[in-house]
DNA sequence: TAGTGGTCTAGACCACTAT
DNA sequence: TAGTGGTCTAGACCACTAG
């Protein structure tokens, strides 16, 4: 493991129980050299993911200042799947399988995600339930030359996990894209709808591997009144 | 100027006028260090900023691989304001002021922002008009004694450009939450809004500057016909 | 003035990819 | 095997903040 990496990890939990509380300095970077017996640098990186992560604010001649994340509750931002955020967020969950089987790629697939047509995906259709009612609906389209069985227990549980622990996948980043459409009737038929919903939220991603292959296309349509997303953005100076 | 800055934004250049085109590769580390007469850590500094950014992904032994952003058009990630979007991509506009004035901090605003109740902040309503129709409505409330003046002509414009430019705040980052909610009566009065419209995408914003106070609060109010928003995010792996 | 973070360098060793 | 990126070190100088 990463020294830089396991550093991080322990200020982030350090962070998270208080030990170092919103508005506190963490120790100066020479006290950490010291605590952790590594190089400036080696400090440095790992201060610099807690400040691409919003935990901390850097300050030249004060030093780190321990952001306070709660302001809108969890910043759980980035790439995360509904499986790991609403176990981040307590939420009583239960996940049924739709739909699950091989197709093969139509020409609007290929537009998308570039798997050449006519090849082998899995398609796959999820109802995510809350209280017994269907707020979520997950479609999924994997690539079958990179995931070659899809297990529909798999399915039922976290895609991620399955393609990270068990088939050795490294997922590395995503294309992400939100709208608001209007429903049709085949979302009307799989989600838990009044009459009065006429939209759904709609967000869209194209997740790729470490070597850049594209492995996943998702649709997760969400219920209005369910939706939420949360950021840290850092501003880009032009 | 930063050297690793400079070469950072010299390379986004150069991939953005497609130099060095989507899958093609950029010269590796050891040429960069000769092309720009530097050391490795500052190429690998730059070159950190176009991993994390979304235009390139690294690979050991290969190379750093151009990425292809335009999958979902423009990834306009991040902190940005509406002015800068809408010049991004080209979008005619109108913005008019429908209300600008000083404040006395409610318990309601402090509860969010954490300034003292009573202290003064200024409230500003701007209606974004494309093809004369209001379809975004931003209602921000601003720290007044970061920012004493708020001429209407600079809100008119972008607020950021004129605290950067002229007023000299560092603006650093930002907690963003994106909900979708009920259209109220104040809302429908000030927006271009049909009878079907029952709901709007609230984007709330904290915006905070270099020394961790936050100076801004906003709701941007965007008709769910015309709201978007792209996003660019590397896993984070627990 | 002492201590902080910001930048940059030069060099080392490792893991991975090509061939 | 040669070349690539990944990690880590030790040391230097600078800019900023505080007492």
Known sequence: MNKFREIFLDL?????NKEYPPQSLLPSENQLIQMYGVSRETIRKALNLLKNAGYIQKK???????LDMNRFDFPISGLTSFKELQNAQHIPN???????????VS????????????????????????DGEVVIL???????????????????????????NELGLEI????KEITVEPVN???????????????????RSLVYLEDTRCFQYSESIHRLDKFRFVDFARRRRV
């Open 12 to 16: 982030e939990q350090k962070i998270i």
């Open 60 to 66: 030249q001649g004060k030093g780190s200042i321990v």
């Open 94 to 104: 239960e996940t049924h399988v739709a739909e699950l089987k091989k197709i093969a």
């Open 107 to 130: 020409p609007k697939l290929h537009q998308i995600t570039d798997w050449p047509v006519a090849s082998e995906a899995w398609k796959l259709i999820r109802q995510r339930k809350i």
């Open 138 to 164: 997950d479609r999924d389209y994997l690539n079958a030359g990179i995931i070659p069985l899809l297990p529909e227990k798999k399915a039922q549980d976290s895609l991620f996990q399955y393609f990270e």
């Open 172 to 175: 590395s980043y995503a294309q």
């Open 185 to 203: 009737k085949e979302i009307r038929d799989l989600m838990t709808l009044t009459p009065e919903d006429q939209h759904v939220v709609i967000v």
